[in-house]
C-alpha cells in the first residue's frame, strides 16, 4: 500500500499546477478559486539514474519505474473549520492522506487572483496552521468527553489533555502519535512545505516551524519546459530531481526486479523487511516464499551479470526477517 500524499493550499496557490507538472494529469487549472471541487488523485513516476543504469544493463522491453500517490485538496480558507469554503471536506480528505505537502503562493499575477487579496507567503502557512489546530482541537476535545465519561483508555485521555493544554500554530508532539493514531490527528502527521514562485521572501520565520522540509519550485515555469522539448533541453527540468528527493525525504526506499521482460523500481518504508517488499510484488509471494536473493545495485553495476555475480558470491541468500536497504535488487524464491 503507498503513501498517500496530500497536496494542499489556499485557492489558487498552484497546487493543480503541480499536480499537473508532477504526474501529467489533464487537470482543469483555473484562475479563480474553488476550481478543484473534488480531490484529484494521480500517480507520479519517478525515474532515478540508477534504474536506468540498471535497465541499460539488463535491456529488458518494459521499464517501471516506482510511483508517488499524489491527492490535490480542495483549497482552504479562514474559517474552513467551521465549514467554511469546502472546509469540512476538504479537512476530512486531507486526513486520509498519511503526508501533508503544503503549497503557498510567492508569485504575482493578475490575473490570478489570492483569496487574501495581497501575495505573504508566511500569512498564508499561519491561515493553515490555525485552520488545522482548529479542527484538531474539536476531535480532541470531543474524544476527551468520551473517555472521561466511559472511564477507559487512561493514557490516552491524559495524552489527548496535555496536547489540548499545549496546543498552538506549528506545535507537535511526534512523541504521542502513535498512541493517538486512532485519532487521525492532522498535527500528528508529517508536513512539508514548497514554495511556488520566485519572489524574493524573507523565510527565516518558515525555516525553523513544524515543516520537515520546505522545498522552491516555479510550478507555471517547470510546466512550460516539462511542454516543450526545445525549451527543456536548454533550461533542463527540476521535476525529477525534486521527485527523487521527496521520495527520500519522506522514508521511502527504491528497490529493483528484473525479468527477461521488464525491469522495475519499487518503493517501500525504511526499514520494511523482505516479506513486505515480496507482498508489493505480488500477494502470492508473501504466503508462498521460501527465500531471497539480494545484491545491491552498487556492487551487480560493477559486475554487470546476475549469474557471475551469483558465482563469485556476492548474491546473498536471505530469510524473512532481513530488512531492506537503499539499492537492493532482488529475487524472490517460492
Sequence with gaps: MSKKIGICGLPNSGKSTLLKLLTKSEIEIGAYPFTTKKPNIALASVISE?????????????????????????????????????GNEFLSYLRACDIVLEVVRNFENEEVSHIEGTIDPERDVLVI??????????????????????????????NLKFIQKNLEPFKR?????????????????????????????????????????????????????????????????????????????????????????????????????????AGKIHTDFVKKFKSAEI???????KTGNWQLAKSKGEIKIVGKDYLLREGDIIKINI
Design 50 to 86: 540508477n534504474l536506468l543504469k540498471l535497465h541499460q544493463i539488463t535491456k529488458t522491453k518494459n521499464l517501471i519505474p516506482g510511483h508517488l500517490e499524489f491527492v490535490d485538496i480542495p483549497g482552504l480558507i479562514k474559517g474552513a473549520h467551521k465549514g467554511l469554503g469546502l
Design 129 to 158: 496552521e490555525e485552520e488545522i489546530i482548529e479542527a484538531d482541537k474539536k476531535i480532541i476535545e470531543e474524544n476527551i468527553k468520551k473517555l472521561e465519561k466511559q472511564k477507559i483508555k487512561k493514557d490516552v485521555l491524559e
Design 173 to 277: 508532539f511526534p512523541e504521542l502519535a502513535d498512541s493517538l493514531k486512532e485519532y487521525n490527528l492532522l498535527i500528528n502527521k508529517d508536513w512539508y512545505l514548497i514554495i511556488n514562485g520566485e519572489r524574493k521572501i524573507d523565510l527565516s520565520k518558515l525555516e525553523n516551524l513544524c515543516f520537515k522540509k520546505i522545498y522552491f519550485f516555479d510550478f507555471k515555469f517547470e510546466l512550460e519546459i516539462e511542454e516543450n522539448e526545445e525549451i527543456k533541453k536548454e533550461f533542463g527540468s527540476k521535476k525529477t530531481e525534486f521527485l527523487n528527493q521527496f521520495r527520500r525525504d519522506i522514508n521511502l526506499i527504491e528497490f529493483y526486479t528484473f525479468t527477461e521482460e521488464i525491469t522495475q523500481s519499487w518503493f517501500i518504508d525504511k526499514g520494511s523487511s523482505i516479506i513486505e517488499a
Design 295 to 301: 545484491i545491491n545495485i552498487e556492487e551487480f553495476l
